[in-house]
């Protein structure tokens, strides 16, 4: 990735973050918009990767338009083979798939992500992803 844009990206997502802490919807608006020109002016292009689209996602809070981007994200991850991002990003959109109501969505992204994180070295979301994809298929 672009070391450019990755430092915007992760500047704009402690800028968010702060805004959020801060109960400052403004900068927060601003933030986001700012992150998602980031995306859009570079989708498609050599300079274009999942971080700054699971980011997005990741500060939206309509719930059915961050599934919207990280499939985007999904697709970026998928276009260059990243595990990492592939299982990030699969549990994540699991997690709102549950969040609203659609159990078997969420179990397909977590057995996709599942596969994904066999060669990761982030135990943390390896667990996370087990755990989940097991409480849900054991509720079965």
């Not at 400052?24 to 292009?45: A, P």
């Not at 500060?59 to 599934?67: G, N, Q, S, V």
């Not at 078997?104 to 994809?133: V, W």
Request: aromatic share 6%.
């Amino acid at each position: 990735m672009n070391t450019k844009i990755y430092k915007r990206v992760h500047t704009l997502a402690e800028d968010l973050m702060n805004a959020v802490q801060r109960k400052d919807q403004n900068r927060f608006d601003h933030c986001y918009s700012e992150l998602k020109t980031v995306c859009e002016d570079n989708e498609n292009s050599d300079k274009d990767h999942p971080v700054q689209w699971e980011t997005l996602g990741d500060f939206t809070d309509d719930l059915e338009l961050a599934i919207t981007i990280y499939d985007k994200a999904l697709l970026k991850a998928n276009a260059i083979n990243s595990r990492d991002f592939k299982s990030s990003i699969g549990f994540s959109i699991a997690s709102l798939k549950l969040e609203l109501g659609d159990e078997a969505g969420a179990i397909s992204y977590l057995s996709q992500a599942k596969i994904s994180s066999k060669q990761i070295p982030d135990h943390d979301l390896k667990a996370e992803i087990r755990d989940l994809l097991e409480k849900l298929t054991n509720l079965e």
